[in-house]
Nanobody, 122 residues
Framework: QGQLVESGGGLVQPGGSLRLSCVAS????????IGWFRQAPGKEREGVSC????????SYEDSVKGRFTISRDNAKNTVYLQMDSLKPEDTAVYYC???????????????WGRGTQVTVSS
């Protein structure tokens, strides 16, 4: 049974940084596109970033472009989300998800993690 586990969340001041990790087990992550999603209280879940399985090309939601960087280490079965210049509006539970299809936030994903809380506050 495949599984994704996120880690790296926490409390950080505005302008600070966090690096989230998404570790896969039970399947080979390199064959999947990996997306990061977030859900803030009272809001719908939204796609934040995705990294392709084919060529590792990244994509970002407009509000995080230039601040977040997604990367993957297939040898470690891990995808990272480096988050810099964090803002209070980035506060949410962050989830990673794997799809055997192309990056598409609206598509069905095969595996989901349980999420890690990110809180940006002074």
């Amino acid at each position: 049974q495949g599984q994704l586990v996120e880690s790296g969340g926490g409390l950080v001041q505005p302008g600070g940084s966090l690096r989230l990790s998404c570790v896969a087990s039970g399947f080979t992550l390199e064959y999947y596109a990996i997306g990061w999603f977030r859900q803030a209280p009272g809001k719908e879940r939204e796609g934040v970033s995705c990294i392709s399985a084919v060529d590792g090309s990244p994509s970002y939601e407009d509000s995080v472009k230039g601040r977040f960087t997604i990367s993957r280490d297939n040898a470690k079965n891990t995808v990272y989300l480096q988050m810099d210049s964090l803002k209070p509006e980035d506060t949410a539970v962050y989830y990673c998800a794997a799809t055997s299809l192309m990056c598409d936030f609206g598509s069905s994903h095969d595996y989901w993690g349980r999420g890690t809380q990110v809180t940006v506050s002074s």
